[in-house]
T-cell receptor, first 114, second 113 residues
Framework: DSGVTQTPKHLITATGQRVTLRCSPR?????VYWYQQSLDQGLQFLIQ???????AKGNILERFSAQQFPDLHSELNLSSLELGDSALYFC?????????????FGPGTRLTVL | SQKIEQNSEALNIQEGKTATLTCNYT??????LQWYRQDPGRGPVFLLL?????KEKRKERLKVTFDTTLKQSLFHITASQPADSATYLC????????????FGTGTRLTVIP
């Protein structure tokens, strides 16, 4: 158990809908990362927050947004969903914002868009 | 374009042998490289980190090397066991100072008893 929790575990929805994925980082970690894993694209970095502020951005679509709250939990919002958004979404956390250091991954949320 | 390639999608070896996995990258200037293990349906688990000024790192049966000239990392598992069967991912930072990782395509290792 990494100490990172993600809810829900599974999500099935229809095209055009909006969903929210939630992540609670490991106790003491200030950085939260979101990654998307699909069969054809592998594990792709979406966005990083550090202590409530956006720190780095990857190939995150404009239809996707995220935030980190004062209690350090984070939410990833996916809107106008398309079939191609079906994937495993992982949240990870680390103590710092830079300099390396391992990332602790949550169990993931499996999103299926029908 | 930027690429992180791992030598093969799948690798089968006999129990007790050494597994060697390769990670090659193009158009990145990482300051460190990490290796993760991922089991089906689970999140990746950190194994080792090696920095750009280090040639080799070891941890128990694991060894990783990092050659910034060749733009390559090798990951070795000695005395492999069936429990080592998993997908192994290399990951590197973008060299920008942020901690976000760019992952390779992964190698699925199967250790045959």
């Amino acid at each position: 158990d990494s100490g990172v929790t993600q809810t829900p575990k599974h999500l099935i929805t229809a095209t055009g809908q909006r969903v929210t994925l939630r992540c609670s980082p490991r106790s003491g970690d200030l950085s939260v990362y979101w990654y998307q894993q699909s069969l054809d694209q592998g594990l792709q970095f979406l966005i990083q927050y550090y202590n409530g502020e956006e720190r780095a951005k990857g190939n995150i679509l404009e239809r996707f947004s995220a935030q980190q709250f004062p209690d350090l939990h984070s939410e990833l919002n996916l809107s106008s969903l398309e079939l191609g958004d079906s994937a495993l979404y992982f949240c990870a956390s680390s103590l710092g914002a830079s300099g390396g250091g391992e990332q602790f991954f949550g169990p993931g949320t499996r999103l299926t868009v029908l | 374009s930027q690429k992180i390639e791992q030598n093969s999608e799948a690798l089968n070896i006999q129990e007790g042998k050494t597994a060697t996995l390769t990670c090659n990258y193009t158009n990145y200037s990482p300051t460190y490289l990490q290796w993760y293990r991922q089991d089906p349906g689970r999140g990746p688990v950190f194994l080792l980190l090696i920095r750009e000024n280090e040639k080799e790192k070891r941890k128990e049966r694991l060894k990783v090397t990092f050659d910034t000239t060749l733009k390559q990392s090798l990951f070795h598992i000695t005395a492999s066991q069936p429990a080592d069967s998993a997908t192994y991912l290399c990951a590197l930072d973008g060299g920008t100072g942020a901690n976000n990782l760019f992952f390779g395509t992964g190698t699925r290792l199967t250790v045959i008893p």
